[in-house]
């Protein structure tokens, strides 16, 4: 049971720290955006193909880092021209489109099948010790990426922002510009969704299409709109709830003897399910963003 | 040529119907619903369910028009009118909860096999050697009739009147005695009724299954948008020329370009297409290409 | 007295609308100058053309000597020029004093927030002390903690003057401070403006209430349908010929209704 919980850990270390980029992205930069599993998904296959070219693992990393930069500036380059519905479908259009080519580019990305046989970390570990010390090195990066948002948000950066996001007009006149503003803050939005994609690779020791279909995006909106957009910490109730639910549904199958296809069913519409009843009742979340309080 | 021509006009019958009742209610809900597509999805599986049950494939058919134009009402009240209250981002990320949803429900009812219509099997028709199947002839003509009596209710009742009335200035509207929340159903449940019997035509012509609606979001979307959303005919017009686009994409021989003797654009990538010229319209105009779209306040 | 602001023969057109005409103004460095006129006339316009919210037809803007109208709005508000608004619309989910604080847009790099060393941390801390000693100033101390769009009408005219002095500007635009504040305030107002005016600030304001222009501004300029039809000192106003004509030909609105606390 306890590995069970150890993996358990592990993969709401790693769905938290992509949501938290949502968090970033749409909460505070006001950028809704339907396609956020792309970033992580980049990170995921960029970290497979160089692993697989034999690439060191912070070498990967870094790829998978460049690769969701990239994607991060035209996304929000593409936001200049277009309205913000317009935009949220257009990134929808988008993660599906990579999909897309992650399932038919097999030279690159090993088609349908992925790329598996990913040596994963910490192999010469004995097994509890190899889980726990990944669950250390997710729950790190997590704890990192969390004390360095709460920087950025209680920054000058950080307040701009929020000015932005309600009030664009006034952000001009204080002399901001929202185009540098949104661009900024959509990469720094996509980086820790990267590098849990990346790290995802290495602990499955595969990446394949799946990573990024539509239902993950949704997943993560779950997580973050179940916690309260804006808010960090809602953010990680929100990754244990989500991904708790998201684990037992395999376990319908084992119990129940219900087809993969029921049990795929029932893990969708509880996280739709989910999102449903937190937008009608409970719009901010269980935890909302407070006030900031300055001393 | 005539094949081209066909071609055409089966994969515009098979968007039409949806993007123009999606940017219908565009105009009158004020936020891209993304559950439409699923409308059709569902419309396809119920009017199988009904030819399942014994019934005739029309009467299943008009059933589950009538049943989807239900849902779409109790969806609308129940959910998205509320959720509008927070905004349309909220609104539009509550219409992919439903939308994960209905595929859930469909999923573990249904399974993902792509499943058929029980249809006579009749000789296709031949057309100067061009082969058309009765299917494919009956979505092009329902297609076009439809348009024609939604164009009918839209440009010469009351109904139309008064829901072009609330599209283009709200308060005046209101002001003057229309029932913004009767007109509101009522172009609801037509446009669910148009979802569901494009979706049942398309599984007519290709097959039901779970991603019948997720298949179709882009195109839609991307026809909706090119005619303006608001502007149903803009939407024809624009799911025509989505239909074109990709046709003449997957048709054409790149070889010559390429220096290769056959080279087709492939076919996953069609989706791509229209995407791309959605993308490429806005940036140039961006409120469609017949700049009539309803303005959100 | 140097030329500040320059306006040369603007234009604006609003679809089949002109809204102003030839319009030339010049407003030197240190001067309050008022902006009058009837509704319609093309006040706001004119400070959206400055602050580059609205493009020009025709015509240039010169601030500092250097033309403005091409550039993008915060790159205009970079240059030392803030606005306030008629009706000022207030972030919902920031505290009066946090968003004081956001009024000066130097010094926000991303790499600097997250390193968060020495330099960026005294940044802050000034920052924190020169937005409590400016709310402190608009007797705004009280609501600091408060949500910025909780507060009443007029609070949150003076909490747009205390985001524009956030950073110290050359030129500041008032559209219509008095309007909604409290009549007892009305001469705090006069005196603050005033006293922002002795720190080198050159006022431009867009006034109804006559009492606030004779008191404060040395010199009117009358826009009506988009043109400008007086430049001259407030007690002149009343004889000339055009300002009456333009006035009197439509209901003269002389102060606007209290707005309820």
């Known amino acids: 049971m306890s590995s069970f919980l150890i993996h358990l850990l592990t993969l709401v270390c790693l769905y938290a720290m992509m949501a938290l980029g949502l968090n970033l992205q749409a909460g505070y930069a006001g950028m809704v955006n339907f396609g956020f599993i792309a970033f992580a998904g980049l990170g995921a296959y960029a970290a497979g193909i160089a692993s697989q070219l034999g690439w060191p693992l912070p070498a990967a990393l870094l790829l998978a880092l460049a690769a969701a930069a990239v994607l991060a500036v035209a996304t929000a380059r593409l936001g200049r021209q277009l309205s913000s519905d317009y935009w949220g479908i257009a990134t929808l259009a988008i993660a599906e489109i990579l999909r897309t080519v992650a399932l038919n580019e097999s030279w690159l990305t090993g088609g349908a099948q992925g790329i598996g046989g990913i040596r994963p970390l910490f192999a010469d570990l004995p097994s509890p010790w190899r889980d726990l010390a990944f669950l250390a090195l997710a729950a790190l990066c997590l704890a990192l990426v969390y004390g360095g948002y709460a920087r950025i948000i209680h920054s000058r950066f950080g307040r701009a922002l929020k000015v932005m996001r309600e009030e664009t007009s006034l952000a001009v006149c204080f002399g901001y510009d929202p185009v540098s503003l949104k661009m900024r803050a959509s990469v720094a939005a996509a980086l820790p969704a990267a590098l849990a994609g990346g790290l995802l690779t290495y602990y499955i020791s595969y990446v394949g299409p799946d990573v990024m279909v539509p239902s993950e995006t949704f997943a993560l909106w779950t997580i973050v709109m179940v916690g309260g957009l804006g808010s960090n910490l809602g953010v990680l109730l929100g990754g244990l709830l989500v991904q708790s639910v998201y684990s037992f549904a395999p376990f319908l199958k084992d119990w129940l003897g219900v087809s993969s296809d029921l049990a795929g069913a029932v893990r969708l519409g509880l996280v739709g399910l989910m999102l449903l009843a937190c937008l009608l009742w409970r719009p901010r979340g269980l935890l909302p963003e407070r006030l900031e309080a300055l001393s | ?297 | 007295m140097t030329s500040l602001l320059e306006l040369d023969g603007i234009a604006i057109r609003y679809g089949g609308n002109t809204v102003l005409s030839g319009l030339t103004l010049s407003i030197d460095s240190g001067e309050i100058v008022g902006l009058l006129g009837p509704n319609g006339s093309g006040k706001s316009t004119v400070l959206n053309a400055v602050t580059g919210f609205t493009p020009l037809a025709s015509g240039s803007i010169r601030f500092d000597g250097r033309r403005i109208d091409p550039l993008a709005p915060h790159r205009i508000a970079q240059r030392g020029i803030r606005r306030t608004f008629q009706l000022p619309s207030m972030p919902t989910r920031m505290s009066v004093l946090e968003l004081t604080m956001a009024a000066s847009s130097e010094h926000h790099q991303l790499c600097a927030a997250l390193l968060r060393g020495r330099a960026t941390r005294r940044i802050e801390h000034a920052t924190h002390a020169r937005a409590s000693a400016l709310l402190e100033q608009l007797k705004l101390t009280a609501v600091a903690h408060l949500p910025a769009a909780s507060i009443s009408g007029g609070q949150k005219k003076l909490l747009s003057i205390a985001c524009a002095m956030m950073t110290e500007p050359k030129l500041l635009l008032l559209d219509e401070p008095t309007a909604g504040v409290h009549p007892n305030l009305r001469g705090e107002l006069i005196d603050e403006l005033r006293r922002i005016h002795g720190l080198g600030v050159t006022l431009v304001v867009i006034e109804h209430d006559m009492h606030f222009i004779r008191e404060l501004c040395e010199r009117c300029v009358v826009l009506d349908r988009g043109a400008a039809i007086a430049n001259c000192k407030p007690a002149e106003l009343d004889k000339n010929r055009r300002v009456l004509d333009a006035y009197l030909g439509r209901a003269h609105r002389t102060a606007r209704p209290l707005e309820a606390p």
């Open chain 2, 1 to 297: 040529m005539l094949q081209f021509l066909l071609d055409v006009l089966i994969r515009t019958s098979d968007l039409l119907l949806v993007s123009v009742g999606l940017s219908t209610l565009y105009s009158l809900i004020r936020f891209p619903n993304v559950a439409h597509v699923q409308y059709a999805m569902l419309g396809a599986f119920l009017s199988l369910a009904g030819q399942r049950a014994g019934l005739p494939l029309g009467l299943a058919a008009a059933l589950s028009c009538v049943l989807v134009g239900c849902l779409a009402v109790l969806l609308n009240i129940f959910v998205f009118m509320r959720l509008l209250r927070s905004g349309s981002a909220v609104a539009m990320i509550g219409s992919l909860a439903v939308s994960l949803i209905a595929v859930a429900l469909v999923l573990s009812t249904a399974g993902s096999r792509p499943l058929q219509y029980t249809q006579d099997i009749s000789a296709p028709l031949t057309l100067d050697g061009v082969a058309v199947s009765s299917a494919q002839a009956g979505s092009i003509a329902c297609g076009a009739l439809t348009l024609l009596i939604f164009s009918v209710l839209l440009y010469r009742t009351n109904l139309g009147r008064s829901m072009r009335a609330l599209a283009s200035n709200r308060a005046l509207a209101l002001a003057s005695g229309i029932d913004a929340n009767r007109v509101t159903n009522l172009i609801t449940f037509a446009s669910g009724v148009l979802a569901a019997l494009g979706g049942t035509m398309l599984g007519l012509t290709e097959s039901v299954h779970v991603n019948l609606g997720n298949n179709l979001l882009i195109p839609v979307f991307s026809a909706a948008i090119l005619g303006g959303l608001g502007n149903p005919l803009g939407a024809a017009a624009g799911a025509l020329l989505i239909a074109l686009a990709e046709t003449l994409v997957i048709n054409v021989d790149f070889g010559s370009l390429v220096g290769r003797s056959m080279q087709f654009f492939p076919v996953a990538y069609v989706s791509a297409v229209s995407f791309l010229i959605l993308l490429v319209t806005l940036m140039v105009r961006p409120y469609g290409i017949f700049d009539r779209e309803v303005r959100r306040v």
